[in-house]
């Protein structure tokens, strides 16, 4: 007997929690595609034996990177309404401050990008030249304006070349406080039925400790206020330094999971400035892995840590690094899958042309075949769409073994059995 990996009514809930050790074995079976989520999900012992949770997976999520920001103008409640809308689990707010200490959503602190700020003559005189984590910038910056300021700003596209048809919405929609999300989380998990995640990404953490405000603080606070910071909330914090990280899980009480973003080359920002020369793929090894594991439940990297592209822009095998996690408990979701040709490899592009969509379905279904936990996409519904498909490739059998797609299906079907043994054991040696 046969069943889909989830169905079009299944959602991100429940969210049991599990203990870091539970985590690292059980994810080591869904690691080797013996075991689907699902199966590992049902013991799930008490939160008091946790000692920082982790979230479990019913399927792969999808994530929506700055909301359906392949259609809406990023970082609006309109972005993020839309991701969810097409199917997305998870909105992704990153995090800066103003000069009032609000949290606000936009990806870097310097919004001439993002918002019509340059064209507000009220505000010409804020234009300066600041070094943010190294690089020197000219622009306007969050932290010298008050939330009253930034609210009269509106949002525009940031990338009009690529996604000219998002332009249309330039000029309507506001910077969303941090607190707006939290309120559009609750109101779209009412309206949808299903239980919405947000994974807040905290920007340029030294720098907003250099000039006095620290967002971290805030971010536990908001979440306690809306009674987000626990084991079962739909909620993760990402950040690309390590020592925020660190404060979150040892000083200030972050009770919810914490995802630690890496890119394929150089090193966080924070060990730049404080002279630790451990770089992003130091810590992205087996053994950098178990030491994160002391303090983050997750990984984000970037995806071509986990598929990498050859020269010829095809696709290779993945990277032992989804593997590598599992193995230290961690959850992989990786960033950032997009539809256009501007961001596809070259074998997955349609045309010349760098808006028009490529084959986004076969980059999904390669990091689901690797194994991730979810994937952060700016086309959430296209995203849904290839997971729906590759789920429909990829069936489970009833005993909760997973098929790998690599080995097609007559292999599939042939190896149930075998498969089922082992699973017994593996039960079997878990009860003991
Ligand atoms: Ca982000
Ligand atoms: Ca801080």
């Known amino acids: 007997m046969?069943?889909?990996?989830?169905?079009?009514?299944?959602?991100?809930?429940?969210?049991?929690?599990?203990?870091?050790?539970?985590?690292?074995?059980?994810?080591?079976?869904?690691?080797?595609?013996?075991?689907?989520?699902?199966?590992?999900?049902?013991?799930?012992?008490?939160?008091?034996?946790?000692?920082?949770?982790?979230?479990?997976?019913?399927?792969?999520?999808?994530?929506?990177?700055?909301?359906?920001?392949?259609?809406?103008?990023?970082?609006?409640?309109?972005?993020?309404?839309?991701?969810?809308?097409?199917?997305?689990?998870?909105?992704?707010?990153?995090?800066?401050?103003?000069?009032?200490?609000?949290?606000?959503?936009?990806?870097?602190?310097?919004?001439?990008?993002?918002?019509?700020v340059a064209d507000r003559p009220e505000f010409a005189d804020r234009k300066t030249t600041k070094t943010i984590d190294g690089a020197e910038l000219t622009g306007w910056f969050t932290e010298d304006f008050t939330l009253a300021e930034l609210k009269t700003l509106r949002a525009k596209e940031r990338i009009p070349e690529v996604r000219p048809g998002n332009t249309q919405y330039d000029g309507l929609y506001e910077v969303p406080t941090f607190a707006e999300v939290i309120e559009l989380r609750e109101r779209l998990s009412a309206e949808t039925g299903r239980e919405i995640g947000i994974i807040p990404e905290i920007k340029h953490p030294s720098y907003f400790d250099g000039i006095g405000l620290s967002m971290e603080e805030s971010v536990v606070a908001q979440l306690e206020e809306a009674d987000?910071?626990?084991?079962?909330?739909?909620?993760?914090?990402?950040?690309?330094?390590?020592?925020?990280?660190?404060?979150?899980?040892?000083?200030?009480?972050?009770?919810?999971?914490?995802?630690?973003?890496?890119?394929?080359?150089?090193?966080?920002?924070?060990?730049?400035?404080?002279?630790?020369?451990?770089?992003?793929?130091?810590?992205?090894?087996?053994?950098?892995?178990?030491?994160?594991?002391?303090?983050?439940?997750?990984?984000?990297?970037?995806?071509?840590?986990?598929?990498?592209?050859?020269?010829?822009?095809?696709?290779?095998?993945?990277?032992?690094?989804?593997?590598?996690?599992?193995?230290?408990?961690?959850l992989v979701t990786p960033y950032t899958l997009r539809a256009e040709n501007n961001f596809l490899p070259a074998s997955l592009q349609s045309s010349e042309d760098p808006a028009e969509h490529g084959d986004m379905t076969t980059l999904v279904h390669a990091h689901l075949d690797a194994g991730v936990d979810g994937v952060f996409s700016d086309h959430p519904a296209a995203a849904v769409e290839a997971r729906t498909s590759w789920a429909g490739e990829n069936p489970v059998i009833d005993t909760g073994v997973q098929a790998d797609s690599h080995r097609g299906q007559a292999l599939a079907a042939g190896a149930a059995l075998l498969l089922t043994g082992s699973l017994l054991v593996r039960r079997t040696a878990r009860r003991a």
């Not at 949770?53 to 019913?58: C, Q, S």
């Not at 079962?232 to 990402?238: F, G, L, S, W």
């Not at 390590?242 to 890496?262: G, H, I, S, T, Y």
């Not at 822009?313 to 690094?321: D, K, N, R, V």
């Open 2 to 116: 046969v069943r889909r990996r989830f169905a079009a009514g299944d959602h991100l809930t429940p969210m049991n929690t599990i203990t870091r050790t539970a985590a690292t074995s059980l994810l080591g079976l869904v690691s080797v595609g013996l075991v689907a989520p699902s199966a590992v999900a049902a013991p799930a012992p008490a939160p008091s034996e946790s000692e920082h949770p982790v979230l479990t997976a019913e399927k792969p999520w999808v994530i929506g990177h700055r909301g359906a920001s392949g259609h809406r103008p990023e970082h609006t409640l309109e972005a993020y309404e839309l991701a969810v809308r097409m199917g997305a689990d998870i909105m992704e707010p990153d995090l800066v401050s103003t000069k009032d200490g609000v949290l606000v959503a936009r990806h870097e602190n310097e919004i001439s990008g993002t918002t019509d």
């Open 228 to 330: 987000l910071n626990h084991a079962d909330a739909p909620v993760m914090i990402q950040s690309f330094e390590v020592q925020n990280l660190l404060d979150l899980n040892r000083n200030l009480d972050a009770e919810v999971p914490l995802v630690f973003l890496a890119w394929y080359e150089g090193k966080p920002w924070d060990h730049e400035a404080g002279g630790d020369p451990r770089t992003y793929a130091d810590l992205m090894t087996a053994e950098g892995l178990q030491e994160l594991s002391k303090d983050v439940d997750a990984i984000g990297p970037e995806a071509t840590m986990v598929v990498p592209v050859a020269e010829d822009g095809t696709l290779q095998e993945p990277t032992s690094l989804v593997q590598d996690a599992h193995a230290a408990g961690l």
